[in-house]
């Protein structure tokens, strides 16, 4: 499975962008897929996932209310749109999917086996 994110760009606090992970796989839409991001000088967080069927979701309290993911399985399309965004958002955005658990979002990195490259979200304030 090889997954693309892209979406990124610069914007200004309170904006919005929204991020598409693409896949290639015929296996993505029996995969749990997260948003991950990673900051200059900061560990990787798990920033919202949905499960397989979609009919689950999970986001980071920093994020809630601002943030939302969703997906499209006719399309192998995974997006997050996110509203109302902060300087702290700032961050290399990745993808990722979790072939192990369909309906089980887990924040654990370690548990997704297929990554995309990151997109950058650059917040100006």
């Known amino acids: 499975v090889q997954l693309q994110a892209s979406g990124g760009g610069l914007v200004q606090a309170g904006g919005s962008l929204r991020l598409s992970c693409a896949s290639s796989g015929s296996t993505f839409s029996s995969y749990a897929v997260g948003w991950f991001r990673q900051a200059p000088g900061k560990e990787r967080e798990f920033v919202a996932g949905?499960?397989?069927?979609?009919?689950?979701?999970n986001y980071v309290d920093s994020v809630k209310g601002r943030f939302t993911i969703s997906r499209d399985n006719a399309k192998n399309m995974v997006y997050l749109q996110m509203n109302s965004l902060k300087p702290e958002d700032t961050a290399d955005y990745y993808c990722a999917a979790d072939p192990y658990y369909s309906e089980t979002i887990t924040s654990k990195s370690w548990a997704y086996d297929f990554w995309g490259q990151g997109t950058l979200v650059t917040v100006s304030s």
């Open positions: 949905i499960s397989s069927s979609g009919n689950h979701t």
